[in-house]
C-alpha cells in the first residue's frame, strides 16, 4: 500500500510539473509572422550591432558608454546566448574589444550609478566566453566600486551615511538606481557565484521599497517628485525581476522584494490600456502612450509567468498583449518610436506630459530584447 502511495504522488507531481509547464508558456506561442520574439530580436539586435559606439538614438548621442547602450548590449549578448548565435556574440564582442584599443576614452568611471552598470557589459562577456579573464575583472571592479567607502569627488556626507549603513555610497532613492545597482551586482554574483553581490543587491532594493513604493504599488520618481513616470517603474519592475530570478528565498530580504514585485504587477495591471500599452504617466490616461516603459512592464510580467511568481492566466495575456502592442512601434529601419527622452526628476505634471519623444533610443529599443529573452528562458 505504501509502495503504491508513493507511486501515485510521483505521478502527481509529474503531471503537476507538466500542466504548470504548459500553462506558464501556452500564452507566449503561435505568433503570427513579424511578431514572434526570434524574429524581432534579430530585427532589434542587428541595428544595436551596426549602431556605433555612443549612439543612443535621435540626437542623444554620448561620448562615453552611456546605461542605455549597456542596456541594449545587455539584451542582445542573451538573445544571442539563448538563441545560439555564436555570429551575432562574436560581434558583440568585438563592440568591446574595440574599447580595449580604441576607444579607451569611451569606458566611463564608476563614479555614479548611471556610470557603474556599464560592469554589466565585461561580466556577461566573460560568462558567455571563454578565458575573458581581463573582462571579469574589470566588471567586478565597477561592481565593487559601489561598496566602497565614497569612491570620488561624488561622494557627500549624504554617501557616507548610506554606506555605513551597508548600503551603496552612490544611493540616491530614485527609481532608475533600482536596475543600475541591482543589475550590476546581480551580474557580479551570476559571475563569480559570490553571495555578498546578491546581499548587496537585495539590501538596496528592500531599502528602496520601503522608501518609496506606494500604497497602490507604484513608484514617485523621487521622493519629493509625485508622480508615476512609466520608465521610471519600469527600472524598479526590470530591477526586481533581473534580481529574483537568481535570489534565493532563503535571503532576509526576498519575502520583501517578491512582495513588492506582486504588488506592483497587480497595479499595473490596472493601469494597462485597451491596445496593450502604458501611459507616460502610468496612472494618467491622458498622457501618451511610451514605449520603453511598456517594454519594461512587459518584461517584468513575461519573467514573473515563466518564473512562476505571477499567475499565468491573469498575466500571461496581460504579457502578450503588452508585447504585440509594442512591436507595432518599430519602424522599417529598425527603430522604435514615442520613447520618452532622458528624463531628470520635476515636480511638475506638465514637464512630463511634454518630454520628446524618441525614434531609436537604446532607452526604448533594450526593453524590447529584455523581452524576447524573457520568452525564450
Not at 520601503?210 to 513608484?219: H, T
Not at 492566466?313 to 527622452?341: M, S
Request: hydrophobic residues 35%; contains cysteine.
Amino acid at each position: 500500500m505504501k509502495k503504491r502511495t508513493n507511486l501515485l504522488t510521483v505521478v502527481l507531481i509529474i503531471i503537476a510539473h507538466f500542466s504548470f509547464a504548459q500553462t506558464k508558456d501556452s500564452f507566449f506561442k503561435d505568433w503570427e509572422k513579424g511578431t514572434s520574439p526570434v524574429e524581432i530580436g534579430k530585427i532589434i539586435s542587428d541595428h544595436f550591432v551596426a549602431s556605433p559606439h555612443g549612439h543612443g538614438g535621435g540626437s542623444n548621442d554620448f561620448k562615453y558608454i552611456a546605461y542605455p547602450e549597456v542596456c541594449a548590449w545587455y539584451g542582445s549578448l542573451t538573445f544571442a546566448q539563448l538563441t545560439k548565435n555564436t555570429a551575432l556574440r562574436d560581434s558583440l564582442v568585438k563592440r568591446f574589444d574595440k574599447l580595449k584599443t580604441e576607444e579607451t576614452s569611451m569606458i566611463n568611471t564608476p563614479n555614479h550609478v548611471d556610470h557603474s552598470v556599464f560592469g554589466t557589459i565585461p561580466l556577461e562577456i566573460s560568462m558567455q566566453v571563454p578565458n575573458r579573464k581581463q573582462e571579469r575583472d574589470l566588471g567586478l571592479f565597477f561592481a565593487d566600486a559601489q561598496w566602497v567607502s565614497p569612491f570620488s569627488t561624488n561622494g557627500n556626507p549624504q554617501s557616507q551615511k548610506y554606506y555605513e549603513q551597508g548600503l551603496s555610497w552612490q544611493t540616491r532613492v530614485w527609481i532608475d538606481d533600482m536596475y543600475m545597482i541591482t543589475m550590476i551586482q546581480t551580474q557580479a554574483f551570476r559571475a563569480t557565484k559570490d553571495i555578498k553581490y546578491l546581499n548587496r543587491a537585495a539590501k538596496e532594493m528592500g531599502y528602496y521599497l520601503d522608501k518609496i513604493q506606494r500604497p497602490n504599488g507604484l513608484f514617485y520618481h523621487a521622493p519629493d517628485v509625485p508622480y508615476f513616470w512609466g520608465r521610471g517603474n519600469g527600472w524598479m519592475a526590470a530591477g526586481m525581476s533581473e534580481l529574483l530570478r537568481v535570489l534565493p528565498k532563503n535571503n532576509p530580504d526576498y519575502n520583501r522584494i517578491m512582495t513588492g514585485y506582486k504588488v506592483m504587477m497587480n497595479s499595473l495591471l490596472q493601469y494597462q490600456a485597451q491596445d496593450g500599452m502604458w501611459k507616460q504617466l502610468v496612472d494618467d490616461p491622458q498622457s501618451w502612450a511610451e514605449t520603453s516603459g511598456t517594454g519594461m512592464f512587459t518584461f517584468a510580467m513575461i519573467t514573473g509567468v515563466k518564473n512562476g511568481w505571477l499567475d499565468a492566466k491573469t498575466f500571461g495575456p496581460a504579457a502578450r498583449k503588452g508585447w504585440l502592442a509594442l512591436i507595432k512601434y518599430i519602424n522599417a529601419n529598425g527603430e522604435i518610436t514615442d520613447v520618452c527622452e532622458g528624463t531628470n526628476k520635476k515636480n511638475d505634471r506638465q514637464y512630463y506630459y511634454d518630454r520628446k519623444r524618441k525614434t531609436g533610443d537604446n532607452h526604448g529599443q533594450a526593453p524590447i530584447l529584455w523581452c524576447v529573452s524573457a520568452f525564450l528562458r
